[in-house]
Nanobody
Framework: VQLQASGGGLVQPGGSLRLSCAAS????????IGWFRQAPGKEREWVSC????????DYADSVKGRFTISRDNSKNTVYLQMNSLKPEDTAVYYC?????????????????????WGKGTQVTVSS
C-alpha cells in the first residue's frame, strides 16, 4: 500500500504546477484524499481535500480560488492544480488518504492519524 506524490518543481511567481497523488496496492475509489504542505520551520498545514462519497472538495483559505483538486479513479490518481503560485506556497507537498469523507477537523490539526501517507514532492516558487 503506497501513495506517491509527484509533479513538484521550481516555478516563477504567478506560474502553475499540477501535482499528482498516485495510489498503488489499493484503490482510491473509497478514499478521501487530502493535500498538505510543510515549509521549513513551520507546522504541516492542510491545503485541500476531495471526498470519495460525492467528490465534494474543501480548500484552505490560503489557496482558495488558486488551487483545484480533482480525482480520476480510472487512473487511481488525485490531482492538485496550482495556479497563481506565490513564494509563500513553497513547501514540500504531501498527500494522505482517509476512508470516504474528508476529516477536516483532523486535517486542520496537520492530518496526524490519517490512514495512508505518501512521500512528499518539493514545490519552490521563486524568481
Amino acid at each position: 500500500v503506497q501513495l506517491q506524490a509527484s509533479g513538484g518543481g521550481l516555478v516563477q511567481p504567478g506560474g502553475s504546477l499540477r501535482l499528482s497523488c498516485a495510489a498503488s496496492g489499493f484503490t482510491l475509489d473509497y478514499y478521501a484524499i487530502g493535500w498538505f504542505r510543510q515549509a521549513p520551520g513551520k507546522e504541516r498545514e492542510w491545503v485541500s481535500c476531495i471526498s470519495s462519497s460525492d467528490g465534494s472538495t474543501d480548500y484552505a483559505d490560503s489557496v482558495k480560488g488558486r488551487f483545484t483538486i480533482s480525482r480520476d479513479n480510472s487512473k487511481n490518481t488525485v490531482y492538485l492544480q496550482m495556479n497563481s503560485l506565490k513564494p509563500e506556497d513553497t513547501a514540500v507537498y504531501y498527500c494522505a488518504a482517509e476512508y470516504r469523507i474528508c476529516p477536516i477537523a483532523t486535517m486542520e490539526k496537520g492530518g496526524y492519524g490519517m490512514r495512508y501517507w505518501g512521500k512528499g514532492t518539493q514545490v519552490t516558487v521563486s524568481s
